[in-house]
């Protein structure tokens, strides 16, 4: 799989790339300026999935995920984020986005994450999971 990962800081995507340096994956990072410069390097580098670093609550909204869905509708799309983003969690779990992982999230689980994608799973780590849980019990 091709994997672009796409952040506004330069440690998580060097950090990430260098994590998955034995893995089977073509990774590669990109800056992040927009979405138009993000879907025009996908397209470039022929990406299959696209990881978004979530560093704060204004990038990467929702409604830029689902346009970037529209336009590019075979690109996969894994959200890395911290925790406490529980609307968008919930939203990108509705909507059908591929995975969502949180930064303390083992290389076993990023690993698992890229697996299921490819197998056409969703996947979202324990912690996401639990966080999406305790919200919707609690609504």
Known sequence: MRLLISSKNT???NGL???L?????DVTTHYYHS???LISKAILERSDAVLLDKATSSIFTYSEIKSLRQRLPHLKVIVLSTPGHLEFMHQCYVGGVEAYLT?????????EAL???EEQRQFFCQR???EITALIINN
């Open 103 to 111: 930064y303390d999230c083992s290389t076993e689980e990023i690993e």
């Open 115 to 117: 697996d299921s994608i």
């Open 17 to 19: 790339k260098h994590t």
């Open 128 to 130: 996401v999971l639990a």
């Open 21 to 25: 340096l034995t893995s089977r994956h």
């Open 11 to 13: 440690l998580i995507p």
């Open 35 to 37: 979405l138009e410069q």
